[in-house]
């Protein structure tokens, strides 16, 4: 499993921060599913395994959906007092990045929260997150399961990454990549210049200077069959993806699955688009959270 990282809107009306996604299978948990509250406005939001969560214009937290994380302070328990910039999701926690550059974890989080550390953007991957600390110097911790801990030296400025295979911009704008994957024929990212990349489940996609998806990672993958065009941010997964043209309108493209997750509202116009699993979600031009997919995950 792994996490998708949300390229932000290159016209973005919203502050720069990095969303992340988690390919998981739909968990199974306790709690009935919630609704989030019609009258909420957001400026961000995150698609994690069996649940949601969103990153209010206020800077608050609210998350809603199936809660399986089987802890104390469980995914759906936010933190009450704060301001927020970014949010992450993994497959049983979220971790948030408050606006003095400290990170805030609840839910099953392997290797916390790092609270004498600020960090610039943040990324949560199954039980693995990436930060990128002031300095510029990329950090991983968790479960390692695709050795993604291990990460380049250096100063950067921006990362995608998933459990196997990470890529992050140095300040130069080179491209290097990391991880257990980082050694397969595909992972040599393709020559020439991209604004922002989103990681996927095996692989990697970016924008171009123009707007463009290109994609490297193995060919039978069907994130890798993208539409032409023009696109303001994306968010992909294994098996399908989704991004938003410069008119609003979401085009998805891959498998449908189950529950219509690459079928977005024909008629919806947003600013960002989050995938998962089985539902995706996006932020419309009026700050409301919009659904599709398996939508008892989502308002």
Known sequence: MSTRFLVLPRYGCIASVLLLVVVAGVACGSDAPQAAPPEELYQAVSV???FTCGLRL?????CWGQDA???EKGMLDVPKKGVFTAITSGYFGNCALRNDGRLKCWGRVDGGTKPFQRFTAIQMEFRDICALREDGELRCWGSNVGDITRTPAGTFVDFSADSSYGCAFRTDRELVCWGEAATEEWATPPDGEFQSLAAAAYGMCGLR???EIECWGPPDQEFMHHPAG???SISVEQSYGCGVRPDGTVECWGND???GRASPPADGRFRSV???TSHACGITLEYRVECWGATQFGP
């Open 257 to 259: 699955g189950s529950f």
């Open 69 to 71: 994380a089987n802890e």
């Open 274 to 276: 989050s995938t998962g």
């Open 58 to 62: 206020d800077g608050s937290v609210q």
């Open 209 to 211: 200077p123009n707007g």
């Open 230 to 232: 023009e696109f303001m």
């Open 48 to 50: 994690g395994s069996a």
